[in-house]
């Protein structure tokens, strides 16, 4: 069973990187995913990398948001740029075995219990 802790600034500065530390030592073969969720709306992708180091990232991310892995510390980190109020939300992790799934949070299993991103205009 995967565990996954998200770590991340709070109120942030227009540059900001947020970390998924998971517990599973066969993380390697695991997909992680970045979603998030503002108050009122659903959870939305945001950024992928799969166990093969293929990303994927959301247009509304694309340009300025980065995803990456280190598998030597267990660790997908989220490069946040050019910040904007409306990436404001609850930052979560998620993960699963294998392949990239597709952008779809409920075709993922194993969850980060969410980190909060205040992004002030």
């Known amino acids: 069973q995967v565990q996954l802790q998200e770590s991340g600034p709070g109120l942030v500065k227009p540059s900001q990187t947020l970390s998924c530390a998971a517990s599973e030592r066969s993380f390697r073969s695991y997909t992680i995913v970045w979603f998030r969720q503002a108050p009122g709306k659903e959870r939305e992708f945001v950024a992928a990398t799969s166990w093969n180091f293929r990303t994927y990232v959301a247009d509304s991310a694309k340009g300025r948001f980065t995803i990456s892995r280190d598998n030597a510390k267990n660790t997908v980190y989220l490069q946040m740029d050019s910040l904007k109020p409306e990436d404001t939300a609850v930052y979560y992790c998620?993960?699963?075995?294998?392949?990239?799934?597709?952008?779809?949070?409920?075709?993922?299993?194993?969850w980060g219990q969410g980190t909060q991103v205040s992004v002030s205009s």
């Open positions: 998620a993960a699963n075995l294998g392949d990239w799934g597709g952008p779809e949070a409920n075709k993922y299993y194993y």
